[in-house]
């Protein structure tokens, strides 16, 4: 059971554009900023997003984020076949004192 | 560039004390701000995170584990261990060792698998 929650999977056809969410609560997400990471099969997570809605350099303005309150929302456009992996977000929590993580939303590309 | 890799036993025995290394390179352990963590996940259960060493030696565990944990570092070397006591089958998985930048996990090692069986 994962302290954040998100919707294991979702798909789309090439081109389109994808949404997946992540909630959390107040000591998480609703006071920390959040980070989202894509899982291909055999490789290491790779930053997608950091401090919400940030890129680390070398990943493209396609992958977009956002937070409101204690969710957060990773919105992938013009979806690309190289796309479809695993995407998982995090948020460092305040109760806790340490990372908590999403379980992960497979992205089918059709 | 940063990488990161985690080495240690493939196969631990119950009641055994597991000791993985992470060894890295492209950044520094003494520089503020930075740390280097440990998360594993159990085959198709959630990620969890259990410790993590900060560039000034200040050390955090998970709670619920706190009683078997040690992380350490050695700055010249680039490694960090992470020791865990009283091993059980239910603690077998993929272990990861991170990169951080204050609350942000930056880099992922790719993980080393570690059962846990008699």
């Known amino acids: 059971q994962s302290v954040l929650t998100q919707p294991p999977s979702v798909s789309g056809t090439p081109g389109q554009r994808v949404i997946i969410s992540c909630s959390g609560s107040?000591?998480?997400?609703?006071?920390?900023?959040v980070n989202w990471y894509q899982r291909l099969p055999g490789t290491a997570p790779k930053l997608l997003i950091y401090?919400?809605?940030k890129w680390p350099s070398g990943v493209p303005d396609r992958f977009s984020g956002s937070k409101s309150g204690t969710s957060a929302s990773l919105a992938i456009s013009g979806l690309q076949s190289e796309d479809e992996a695993d995407y998982f977000c995090?948020?460092?929590?305040?109760?806790?004192?340490?990372?908590?993580f999403g379980g992960g939303t497979k992205l089918t590309v059709l | 560039q940063v990488t990161l890799k985690e080495s240690g036993p493939t196969l631990v025995k119950p009641t055994q004390t597991l000791t993985v290394t992470c060894t890295f390179s492209?950044?520094?352990?003494?520089?503020?701000?930075?740390?280097v963590g440990w998360i594993r996940q159990p085959p198709k259960r959630a990620l969890e995170w259990l410790a993590l060493?900060?560039?000034?030696?200040?050390?955090r565990y998970s709670s619920s584990l706190k009683s078997r944990l040690t992380i350490t570092k050695d700055t010249p070397k680039n490694q960090v261990v992470l020791k865990m006591t009283n091993m059980d089958p239910v603690d077998t998985g993929t272990y990861y060792c991170?990169?951080?930048?204050?609350?942000?996990?930056?880099?992922w090692g790719q993980g080393t698998l570690i059962i846990v069986s008699s």
């Open positions: 995090a948020a460092w929590d305040d109760s806790l004192n340490g990372w908590v």
């Open positions: 107040s000591s998480n997400i609703g006071g920390n900023t």
């Open positions: 401090g919400n809605n």
């Open positions: 492209g950044f520094s352990l003494s520089a503020s701000g930075v740390g």
């Open positions: 060493i900060y560039w000034d030696g200040d050390k």
């Open positions: 991170v990169h951080s930048f204050q609350y942000d996990i930056l880099t």
